[in-house]
């Protein structure tokens, strides 16, 4: 079944048990994320939780149906997540929509799947899965979005702020959260102590962090400049790991599009009018282009996202992985000549 916002909200804050699969496809990986956490707050605090990957469920595509009809080994809930779906999981789930019995629900949650793919179309087909596609919020929904995860850290946006919120994170969840954690910190705020935040608290801590802001800083990768990657990183200043991996990861993933051109065999020049970069771009998509190739950006695309992940995960280094992957990848760079 397909199911809306509203739909997918009500579905994992009140599991049906009769529902097998819930398939979160598209983009926004903090949004699909969010869900994922409702639902597993929604099981019970002593849930399990298992992790399965697509190098596991490719190898063997009955482990999914297995796992969803196997009991816990203290006999509570579990849930099943598998991240990174892609359309290669369609045996394991159709074994799993197809079984007998599950009893336990699975999370999948594939960023890369189009809503036009063979998967989605499997998932809303059956009346035991829901699918749900995940975008990136704009506009009066990203407003909406920084108003409404204030309010549950008991801060109240005041005047312009949730548009300068919505604006400085490009309406993506998980920097928005913790942009209004900072808030909520700076002033000493909770849902027992509600406080304003006007234009004056937004700017002491600083959230209008631009993707300008950040560009020096990936083009310092992308060229494999190692020794300049500290001296970034230090003006960058704290908070700034997550949206620094998710700016990566799209330069990255635009390289890919336009890598792609060239080996069919078109120049440069010509990719970069068809990807309309802009002008004062150009040079550093140049250079890139010509340094890494179509492995290589999978390969780091894969690291940066990983990274991303770990950085939102408790009990992690937090920031400082962002700084080491940011030289990671540098050197990974500067070992391919231009």
């Given at each position: 079944?397909?199911?809306?916002?509203?739909?997918?909200?009500?579905?994992?804050?009140?599991?049906?048990?009769?529902?097998?699969?819930?398939?979160?496809?598209?983009?926004?990986?903090?949004?699909?994320?969010?869900?994922?956490?409702?639902?597993?707050?929604?099981?019970?605090?002593?849930?399990?939780?298992?992790?399965?990957?697509?190098?596991?469920?490719?190898?063997?595509?009955?482990?999914?149906?297995?796992?969803?009809?196997?009991?816990?080994?203290?006999?509570?809930?579990?849930?099943?997540?598998?991240?990174?779906?892609?359309?290669?999981?369609?045996?394991?789930?159709?074994?799993?929509?197809?079984?007998?019995?599950?009893?336990?629900?699975?999370?999948?949650?594939?960023?890369?799947?189009?809503?036009?793919?063979?998967?989605?179309?499997?998932?809303?087909?059956?009346?035991?899965?829901?699918?749900?596609?995940?975008?990136?919020?704009?506009?009066?929904?990203?407003?909406?979005?920084?108003?409404?995860?204030?309010?549950?850290?008991?801060?109240?946006?005041?005047?312009?702020?949730?548009?300068?919120?919505?604006?400085?994170?490009?309406?993506?969840?998980?920097?928005?959260?913790?942009?209004?954690?900072?808030?909520?910190?700076?002033?000493?705020?909770?849902?027992?102590?509600?406080?304003?935040?006007?234009?004056?608290?937004?700017?002491?801590?600083?959230?209008?962090?631009?993707?300008?802001?950040?560009?020096?800083?990936?083009?310092?990768?992308?060229?494999?400049?190692?020794?300049?990657?500290?001296?970034?990183?230090?003006?960058?200043?704290?908070?700034?790991?997550?949206?620094?991996?998710?700016?990566?990861?799209?330069?990255?993933?635009?390289?890919?599009?336009?890598?792609?051109?060239?080996?069919?065999?078109?120049?440069?020049?010509?990719?970069?009018?068809?990807?309309?970069?802009?002008?004062?771009?150009?040079?550093?998509?140049?250079?890139?282009?010509?340094?890494?190739?179509?492995?290589?950006?999978?390969?780091?695309?894969?690291?940066?996202?990983?990274?991303?992940r770990a950085i939102m995960r408790s009990g992690t280094v937090g920031e400082v992985l962002a700084d080491a992957e940011m030289v990671a990848v540098a050197r990974a760079a500067a070992r391919t000549r231009s």
């Amino acid at each position: 079944m397909k199911a809306s916002a509203a739909q997918i909200r009500a579905a994992v804050d009140k599991p049906n048990p009769a529902t097998r699969l819930y398939l979160f496809h598209g983009p926004d990986e903090a949004g699909a994320a969010d869900l994922a956490e409702r639902l597993a707050r929604a099981l019970g605090p002593d849930v399990e939780r298992i992790d399965l990957d697509m190098k596991a469920i490719r190898e063997q595509p009955g482990r999914l149906a297995d796992e969803a009809a196997s009991l816990s080994l203290f006999g509570g809930l579990r849930y099943i997540r598998l991240l990174g779906t892609d359309e290669s999981a369609g045996e394991a789930i159709g074994l799993l929509l197809a079984a007998e019995r599950a009893g336990n629900p699975v999370i999948a949650i594939g960023p890369a799947l189009k809503g036009s793919g063979k998967l989605v179309k499997l998932a809303i087909a059956s009346p035991t899965a829901l699918s749900h596609g995940c975008y990136v919020p704009e506009g009066i929904e990203a407003t909406k979005l920084a108003a409404n995860i204030a309010r549950e850290h008991g801060v109240r946006l005041t005047g312009d702020v949730p548009q300068r919120l919505a604006t400085a994170c490009n309406g993506d969840r998980a920097i928005l959260a913790r942009e209004i954690e900072k808030l909520a910190l700076y002033l000493d705020a909770g849902p027992d102590r509600p406080r304003d935040a006007d234009n004056a608290a937004l700017d002491a801590i600083g959230a209008d962090m631009s993707d300008a802001d950040l560009g020096d800083a990936i083009n310092a990768v992308l060229d494999g400049r190692v020794s300049d990657i500290g001296g970034e990183m230090a003006r960058l200043g704290d908070g700034v790991g997550i949206p620094l991996m998710r700016q990566l990861a799209r330069r990255l993933l635009a390289l890919a599009e336009m890598r792609i051109d060239i080996d069919k065999g078109a120049d440069i020049d010509s990719v970069l009018e068809k990807h309309r970069i802009f002008f004062r771009e150009k040079p550093a998509t140049s250079r890139a282009l010509r340094r890494w190739n179509a492995p290589q950006i999978t390969r780091a695309v894969d690291r940066v996202r990983e990274t991303e992940r770990a950085i939102m995960r408790s009990g992690t280094v937090g920031e400082v992985l962002a700084d080491a992957e940011m030289v990671a990848v540098a050197r990974a760079a500067a070992r391919t000549r231009s």
